[in-house]
Nanobody, 120 residues
Framework: QVQLVESGGGLVQPGGSLKLSCAAS????????MSWVRQAPGKELEWVSS????????RYADSVKGRFTISRDNTKNTLYLNMNNLKPEDTADYYC?????????????WGQGTQVTVSS
């Protein structure tokens, strides 16, 4: 059974940084592309970033490119999202999802989320 547990969210001022983590279990983590997605209040789920199973290939939404960095540690079955220069529009619940940019929604497996609030 796929289990994804996000952590690391919180309240941060504009321009600040946060690092999110996602502990994965119940599947072969090192054989799976992974993604981060987010849902802002009153909006639909939005893809943020994806990483290949080896971590060599990464992709980002234009809105976060240059500010966010996705990474993974396959020895720890953990996915990360480093977020720098945070903006109020980054406020959302963040979820790690099984699958890459084009597959995560169809696979439909993500965690309970961690809340990120960017506000002064």
């Amino acid at each position: 059974q796929v289990q994804l547990v996000e952590s690391g969210g919180g309240l941060v001022q504009p321009g600040g940084s946060l690092k999110l983590s996602c502990a994965a279990s119940g599947f072969s983590f090192d054989s799976a592309g992974m993604s981060w997605v987010r849902q802002a209040p009153g909006k639909e789920l939005e893809w943020v970033s994806s990483i290949s199973m080896t971590g060599i290939m990464t992709r980002y939404a234009d809105s976060v490119k240059g500010r966010f960095t996705i990474s993974r540690d396959n020895t720890k079955n953990t996915l990360y999202l480093n977020m720098n220069n945070l903006k109020p529009e980054d406020t959302a619940d963040y979820y790690c999802a099984l699958g890459g940019e084009s597959t995560w929604k169809d696979i439909g497996s993500w965690g309970q989320g961690t809340q990120v609030t960017v506000s002064s």
